[in-house]
Every structure is written in C-alpha cells, then in structure tokens.
C-alpha cells in the first residue's frame, strides 16, 4: 500500500554540520539562518515498494489497495473548480478512465476512476512553473496511476474564519449552507479514539442471521436511464456538494458536462449515462462495491455533548441513486399514502399537521387520545434483509443496483479508520427514503387506529384508548422484528379530553418513560397543533432572528441582506405559517415583523419609516426587496396550504367519501376576504402566489397612489422586474456581483426613497439633499465614466461569449462631431448589417426627465434612446441600437431586445440557459455601483473617505 516517506535532510548552506532535518524542518532552518539563500523546494512523496509499484504498471489488479484513497482523501488537495481552459481535457481523460470500467471492470481501473481527482485534480504546488490552467493540464496528461506518486504541497495554514467560511459558501450558491454554519453551535468533532468508538457503536452489527433474497440474474430488468436525466440529475446537485472517497465533487461533473468542455462535455454525459446504467444492471466488480457504495464520514459535536455522524458517498452512486429517486418516485408515493408521507408526497408535512389538528378538533374523538412515536437510530438499524426483500417485491427495476449496494457491508472512512456498515440505509443515500419506508410500510399499514400517519421515522397514532393500545402491542414486536426499537422516553401522548386520561398509566406500562403533552406543548413535525402554543412558537422564532441578526452583522451588507431574505425573514418562517392558523395572534405577528424591520436597517444601515417599510416588504418584482412580512404572508400561506392538502386529508381521514373540512380555513377565509374587500377565490387556490399577489398590488397601489413626484417615479420604476435585478445577484467577488457595503447601503436607500446622507454642498457647488438625486445629475458626476466603461465591458465579453467578436470605440466611425459609437460587431448582427451599440445612463430623478418618470417608467431612457438614434443617424450602414437606461435600472424597449436576443445566442452556445438573467443582473450591479460611485463623489476632499 502506499505510505508516507519521511525524509531526513541535510542543510546545503551548512557543509559542515552533521545535523539533519525533516523537509519542514530544513525549511524552516534555511528562512531563519539563509534568508539570502534561494528557498528549496521540497515535494513530498507517497512512496510504494518497487515491486509493487511494478505491478500496479504493468497492470496486476492485486497488488493494488482501495484503502488508500482513504490516504489520499486525507492528504492530497483538489481543486474545487477547474480552469474552463482544462476542461475539455479533463473531460476527455474522465471519458477514457469511464470506458475502460465498464469494459474490463478491474480493480486497476476503477482504482484509475476514483482516484481521477486526485491525480488530475490536485492542486498545484504554488512554486510550480505556470499558471494555473497550464498546471492542470499537466496533471491531467501524468500517467495514470504514476502521477499519485507525487503528492501535491499542503501548507499549514491557520483555521478559517467563520464568517469568511459562511461567506464563500454564499459565493458558491449554497445558501443552506452558509445558514447551516451560522446557525449551529456544532462543533468539528477531534479525530481522536473516542470519537471513533462513538462513530462504531452508530453503525452496529445485524442484531439477528440476516437471510438475504437470492442475487438478481440476468434476466432480471433494470432500470435504464438517458442523458437528458442524468443531466436533470446533475443539476439538482447544489453547487458546494462535498465529495466523497473519489475526491470528485459534483460541481466537477457539472462543469465537465457544460458547454465551456467543449465537445467533450456532451461526451461525458454519454459516459456518465452509460456508467448510470452499468450500476444500475448491478455488474459492479464485488471488489469495489465496499468502496464507490462506501463513503467518507466526519462527525459534529453536538450541543448535548453527543455525536452526528455525515456520511459523504461517491459522487456516482449519489448520481445513480437520484435517477433511481426520480424514476420511481410517483408510483411508490402512491404506493405508500397514505400512511407515510415522508417520500415522494408533496405536502407530507402539511398534510400530517392539519390532519392530525382535524382528528383532535372533531368533537366525536373527545374520548381517544394521540401516541406521538420515535424510533431510536432508525435509519441505521433496520435490517438489511427486510429492505432487499420489499426492493425486490416493489421496485424490481432498482434491485439489482440495490443488491449490490446492501448485500455486503460497505465501507466508511473516518479519516483513515475503517467502519463496516452493515445495518440500515446509508447516510445521504438518496434512496435512503425511499428504501425505508418500503422496509417499514407493511407494519405501519397495519394498525386500525381512525389516525395511523407517519413521516418517515416519526409516527402518530390517535383512536380511543384500547384501539391505541392494541395497535401498540401489535405494532412494537413487529418493528423490533425489522431492527427498529422505539425509544420510550420521547414518545409522547394526548389525551383529547379529560375523560381519556385516565389511560395514560396503561401507556405507560407499555412505554416506560412516556411524555404527557397540553395543548400548549402539542407540537408534529415541528408545528403547533393548538393555537395557544403559537404566541410562545412566535416568541421562540423571532428570539432565532435576533440571534441571526447579530451573527449576520458580522457579515458583509450584500451577503447578509441575502441570507436574511432568502432564508431567515418569512422564508424561514413559511412552513410555519402554512401550517398554523397565526393570524389568530397579530400582536405576535407585528412583534416578529418589527424584530424583522431593525434586522433591516442594521445590515443596510438605513433608517425606515413606514412607507419605505412597506415597500421593502413587497417582492422584488414589485419593486420591494422581497423581506415579506408575517402579517402578509400568513393568511395566504394558510389558504395555499390547506386547498393544497384537502384530498390527502381526506384519504388519511375517511370520511364515508366526504371531504375533510381542514380546521381554521373557513375562518381563514373570511378574513381574506374583509382585508381585502372580498376579491375573487383565486382559480387555483393551492398556489401561495395567486393569493399573495391580491396583498402585493393592494399595498403597493396604496402607496403609489399616496406619493408624488420623485417617489413617484421611483416607485413606477422600481416596480420594473429589470430594475431589480441586482438583488437576485448572487453576491460573488468570483463574478463580480459582490457590492460593498457603502454601495448597498446608497443602492438600497435609493430603491426604497430612504436617506442616503446629510444635506451638504457637492463639489460643483450645487446643494445635494438627503435623497441623493443630485448626484445621480451631477455635471461632475464621479460614476459616470466608471459606469459607461463597465456596461461596455460587460457588454462586449458577453458578445465575445456568444462568439460574436466586437471591438470597443471602432475608429473610422464618426458622427458629425466627431465622437464615435462605443461599440462595433466585426460580423453581420441581423440581415447582413453590423450591429452598433452606444450606452447612455441617465438620471430618472432629473429636473428635465421627472415629468415623464411620473408618468411611465423607463421614459427617461426611450427619450435618451431617441435622441441617440438621431445623432448617429448618419451611420445608415449599420444597425444601430441604443444602449439607454436610467439610474433606477430602467432600459429603453431597443436595449432590452437587444439584451434579450443577446440571451439567447448565449443560450445557443450551449452556456446557461439563465445566462440572459445573469448578464441582465451583471448591468444592474454596474449601474449600482456608479450611483453609488455617484453619491459618495459628491464630498469635498478631506470629508469623504
């Protein structure tokens, strides 16, 4: 196997010492002793025994060792992006290593294959020659399996900061994550022999002789999927997955796959579907199966002092695993309802909630009683037998890929710790769900309780008392029989009156340790049942956005203001308010929306008054900042939810064929329609929007029809969608969308009418008032050139990415005064003519553009566009269009054309299908910078920083 070499040294400076040093020991001898001296260059190898190495060359599979991607994994750094330059390369060498599996399927090659990142991968040695694309492709033209022999350099660099780690994973797109680290107080559990006894005893042995269902044969069918779905696959990947024991990430693959390949990105995803369904038809070679169905594990500590395990599987199981989800999921949600909600059901969770609160709100269920049950370690406890046999029964196509997968106990690495698992659905599997719940689904069906749902592990039983109670004596042998025990210390029980808990005692002869609940502490799946635990269910979730509040100011303004309206405002907070009837409680209600104002003002650091408030509360597309507020969004949020869930109610509570009526909605209903003057029942009542619009254009034609003027035309303009387009920017210095605070503070005032600055004198001698609209005019406007030469920029490798070539400032092209366009396509653009652009940014507040900006938005731009198309009307030989948009991000209808055609081409190039949006978004954070540019340009020198 391979090892680390630990070499001892000589210093070359110092000929006469006999002392000798490790490689960082020499290092750091030289840097203190030779400071003038040239530093040496160490890189350390992974040294094997040269008859094994011979071996492993001319192609002997066993003399090679799958264990030490463990050691590779831990020792060897891979780049989490490729250089665009190396991936048509890369992908080809992933074709060919691809092939060769599944033509042989020896261990050498899948050895090949899941070492992939880390010989072609890695990073380079930062003394290395070249830059970083050239590095990479050296690596990827190594020779296989030699190039592990040189290991790339790892430094020792201090532990990353926090919020410098939540802010790169907001750069990557993944936002969960970035709230996950804020949020929790869970630590990095030390890799030391206790935390690795913890980690064994979570993955015991069978409790029983498992007799598994014979092997599936050759003629046994299998699923078989195209790449249109792996492409689908790939992409519901989030961007930051983490990469398992082969060092792949999915964004590896998604990178490989896309356009920017070149032609070897649509052959990789041929190969990858043809890797898909060779895993599917389960002819893995049973010596890798413990290892690309195995994973890398690390464990968190948890605030209570225990562990939680994370299990990371390869890449290409994950992937296989999905397209086995997807194929299979509508049949088997029906399959499963309505017991169990937890796979494949949309509304599971809802539906669970409201049907219980129906059961207990029923005044003919006033005797019986709720028995909430958990099971302890489910998902690492169920037999593995049980689950093949319900696969075969079920889900034929998916049993020989899940043959394969759990016959045999796979491998966990915990650092370079091995771990068998053998019992259960491996962790972030994403079959896991679904194999679950096939496992257990024959046991739960089977009580006759008038309520038996279940979400995955979590059960709920309600009947009268001896309906429980015989359910539970049936049902508790059954589920230790499958591997399950129910933990009896976090069952709960509900008694729905007074007369029915005189039975909690028998219960709890049964569950030792049982939990009597009220009614303000019934709580499912996270959801009050009663309304008297909402005001304390509010108290506890605005407490978590304070909490938020303090953490997220330590972040940049950009990032914060994302993390709080994409998941702590009323995201956070719509499950929430989808499943409880929460506008029963409006004082809790505003205390909530008002810890949500000053979350606001502080990471914008701008002051609101309750008109600027309530524009900010109004999605972006209505020219808000999309920070919904909880007394908007709840009624809504209910009405959705409860037309969503009636059908699935009605099956988890029969009804002689009648509907269930779903508790609280008519209510809900009557006061939708008194807020709002009773306007129609939207045509499809289960969509959250339909009802929420009524609230959005209510509040916003009250505001417009109260403002006058500038806040006006701001209104009218900031109700555009292109004019919002900034704030769906993912903030990313990478792509050039990270605004810094000072520019979102102005970008943001500006949007909502706030104050931008004190009143002061600009430097031309104008009075700028606390709005900042002067410098938006100024003759000696700072952002001006800065803004013209970015919409260029932007515009011009956007043309060059849709394989257009341009050049900036063509010469030989004049108007009359001489000035020339800003930009010229060196080929036709449209019926054989070249396209001429030339970018204008005008103020939408200004004196001599307001009377129109009142009246429509984007007139100031039409007008710029026409007066544009006049001064180079001389240049007839070309097509000519022009670039006009105002300082409130408004454009004239020939640039949108323009930058929608512009989309397109993008799109035929075979880049994003959202690349029109992000070059769109790319223009309006131009245009805010330059305002704010603007603004802050308007200070004397010595007062401004």
């Not at 050239?134 to 790339?152: H, P, W, Y």
């Not at 409680?585 to 810890?595: C, E, Q, V």
């Amino acid at each position: 196997m391979f090892l680390f070499a630990t070499t001892h040294s000589q210093c070359p400076h110092c000929p006469n010492s006999s002392r000798t040093f490790t490689d960082h020991g020499l290092k750091v001898h030289i840097g203190r002793l030779h400071k003038t001296r040239p530093p040496i260059v160490f890189t350390p190898t992974l040294t094997v025994q040269p008859q094994q190495r011979q071996q492993a060359l001319s192609g002997n599979n066993s003399s090679l060792n799958l264990d030490d991607l463990a050691t590779l994994k831990q020792s060897v750094r891979v780049l989490r992006h490729i250089p665009k330059g190396a991936r048509n390369l890369a992908a080809g060498k992933l074709c060919e290593a691809i092939d060769q599996c599944i033509k042989n399927n020896g261990t050498l090659e899948w050895f090949t294959l899941l070492s992939f990142a880390y010989s072609a991968l890695k990073a380079p040695e930062s003394t290395s020659a070249g830059n970083l694309t050239t590095k990479v492709k050296r690596n990827i033209c190594s020779e296989g399996i030699d190039s592990l022999f040189v290991q790339a350099e790892t430094a020792a660099l201090r532990p990353p900061s926090i919020f410098r780690t939540i802010e790169s994973k907001v750069y990557e797109g993944d936002l969960r994550g970035a709230v996950r680290i804020l949020m929790s107080d869970d630590g990095i559990a030390p890799p030391n022999p206790e935390t690795l006894a913890t980690l064994v005893s979570k993955h015991p042995a069978p409790s029983r002789q498992l007799a598994f269902p014979p092997e599936p044969d050759k003629s046994c069918p299998a699923l078989s999927v195209k790449p249109e779905e792996v492409s689908q696959a790939l992409g519901s990947f989030n961007n930051s997955s983490a990469a398992g024991l082969d060092g792949i990430r999915p964004s590896h693959l998604k990178e490989l796959t896309s356009g920017s390949a070149g032609e070897n990105g649509p052959r990789l995803l041929e190969y990858l579907t043809k890797l898909c369904n060779f895993l599917l038809s389960g002819q893995l070679n049973p010596e890798v199966s413990p290892y690309i169905y195995g994973a890398s594990l690390c464990a968190l500590s948890k605030k209570d002092g225990g562990l939680r395990p994370i299990a990371i599987g390869s890449v290409f199981r994950r992937l296989t695993a999905k397209l086995g989800c997807h194929a299979v999921r509508d049949e088997m949600s029906s399959y499963l309802q309505p017991c169990q909600l937890g796979f494949g059901t949309k509304l599971g969770c809802e539906a669970a909630i409201h049907a219980t609160r129906a059961f207990v709100l029923d005044p003919k269920n006033a005797d019986c009683v709720i028995i909430k049950i958990d099971l302890k370690n489910a998902f690492n406890s169920l037999e593995r037998d049980v689950l093949l046999s319900e696969v075969r029964d079920k889900i034929p196509l998916l049993y020989p890929f899940l043959h394969q997968v759990y016959s045999s106990p796979s491998k966990l690495f915990f650092n370079e710790s091995l771990i068998q698992s053998q019992v259960g659905a491996q962790q972030g599997d994403p079959l896991g769900p679904l194999i679950f719940s096939l496992a257990i689904q024959k046991v739960i069906s089977g009580p006759q309780s008038p309520l038996n749902v279940w979400y995955l592990d979590d059960g709920t039983l309600g009947g009268k008392p001896e309906e429980v109670h015989q359910d539970l004596l049936t049902l508790l042998p059954l589920l230790r029989n499958l591997g399950l025990e129910v933990n009896t210390n976090k069952c709960e029980f509900f008694p729905c009156s007074t007369n029915s808990h005189a039975s909690l005692s028998s219960f709890r002869n049964l569950l030792p340790g049982l939990k009597e609940l009220s009614s303000q502490n019934f709580n499912l799946l996270g959801s009050p049942i009663f309304p008297d635990a909402v005001p304390e269910a509010f108290k506890a979730r605005e407490q978590l956005l304070l909490s938020a509040r303090e953490r997220l100011s330590n972040l940049s303004a950009h990032v914060g203001l994302t993390l709080l309206r994409s998941c702590f405002a009323v995201p956070r907070i719509t499950y929430f308010l989808r499943t409880v009837p929460t506008w029963l409680h409006p004082t809790h209600m505003d205390s909530f929306d008002l810890a949500l104002k000053e979350s606001t003002e502080c990471l914008l650091n701008v002051s609101l008054n309750s008109d600027q408030w309530d524009q900010a509360s109004l999605p972006i597309r209505n020219g808000g900042l999309g920070i919904r507020r909880s007394r908007d969004v709840s009624l809504p949020a209910f009405l959705a939810s409860a037309a969503g869930v009636v059908d699935l109610v009605t099956k988890i509570l029969p009804l002689d064929g009648a509907k269930v009526t779903i508790p609280y909605a008519a209510d809900a209903l009557s006061a939708w329609k008194a807020f709002n003057s009773d306007p129609p029942v939207p045509e499809k009542p289960c969509r959250q929007r339909l009802w929420d619009d009524v609230v959005v254009r209510r509040l916003f034609d009250t505001l417009i029809n109260a403002a006058s003027g500038a806040d006006r035309a701001r209104l009218i303009a900031a109700s555009k969608p292109e004019s919002g387009a900034w704030l769906h920017a993912l903030p990313s210095p990478n792509l050039g969308t990270l605004l810094d605070n000072d520019s979102m503070r102005v970008a943001a005032a500006l949007r909502l009418g706030s104050d931008v600055c004190q009143p002061h004198q600009c430097i031309c001698g104008s009075n700028v008032e606390s709005n900042g609209h002067h410098a938006l005019s100024c003759c000696r406007c700072a952002g001006r050139f800065p803004r013209h030469h970015a919409l260029n920029d932007i515009i011009r490798r956007a043309l060059i990415s849709a394989n257009v070539p341009c050049m900036l400032e063509p010469p030989g092209l004049s108007r009359s005064d001489g000035k020339r366009p800003d930009g010229l396509t060196l080929v036709p653009w449209e019926k054989g003519k070249c396209l001429l652009w030339d970018a204008t940014c005008v103020s939408t507040f200004a004196a001599s553009h307001l009377s129109r900006t009142m009246r429509s938005a984007g007139a100031a731009a039409e007008h710029a566009a026409s007066l544009k198309k006049d001064k180079y009307s001389a240049l007839s030989g070309y097509l000519f269009v022009p670039l006009a948009v105002e300082t409130s991000g408004c454009w004239c209808a020939e640039g949108k054309s323009f930058l929608r055609d512009l989309g397109r081409r993008l799109l035929e190039r075979g880049l994003d299908p959202r690349s029109g949006f992000f070059l769109m978004q790319r223009l309006s954070i131009a245009i805010q910078r330059g305002n704010a540019a603007s603004v802050m340009g308007t200070f004397a020198s010595g007062t401004a920083r």
